[in-house]
């Protein structure tokens, strides 16, 4: 069963950062690509970040682009998101997600964590 474990939601005000953790079983980690979706109040969720199973590729919504990067070390079985420069607009629950490749996990992740709530005020 694959589970995965967000960690590192909160308060922070705008300019700040935050970071991101997901943590995975050892089974998860080596066999998918990882990543995060966020869900803001009203709106649909959306794709923030991927990564490939090795870490040799990563994907960054073109908007998050300079101020969100993602990273993944398998010897921690574990997965971040830093977010810099942060807006009050990035408030939202940040999701991690788990799919078999970068490409299918952008567009519809096969698993899903329950998600960390962070708020960014102005």
């Known amino acids: 069963q694959v589970q995965l474990l967000e960690f590192g939601g909160g308060v922070v005000q705008a300019g700040g950062s935050l970071r991101l953790s997901c943590a995975t079983s050892?089974?998860?980690?080596?066999?998918?690509?990882m990543g995060w979706f966020r869900q803001a109040p009203g709106m649909e969720r959306e794709v923030v970040a991927g990564?490939?199973?090795?870490?040799?590729?990563?994907y960054v919504t073109e908007s998050l682009k300079g101020r969100f990067a993602i990273s993944r070390d398998n010897a921690e079985n574990t997965v971040y998101l830093q977010m810099n420069s942060l807006k009050p607009e990035d408030t939202a629950v940040y999701y991690c997600?788990?799919?078999?490749?970068?490409?299918?996990?952008?567009?519809?992740?096969?698993?899903w964590g329950q998600g960390t709530k962070v708020t960014v005020s102005s």
């Open positions: 997600v788990a799919g078999h490749t970068l490409t299918a996990l952008t567009r519809t992740p096969n698993y």
């Open positions: 050892r089974f998860t980690d080596s066999r998918y690509a």
């Open positions: 990564i490939t199973r090795s870490g040799d590729s990563t």
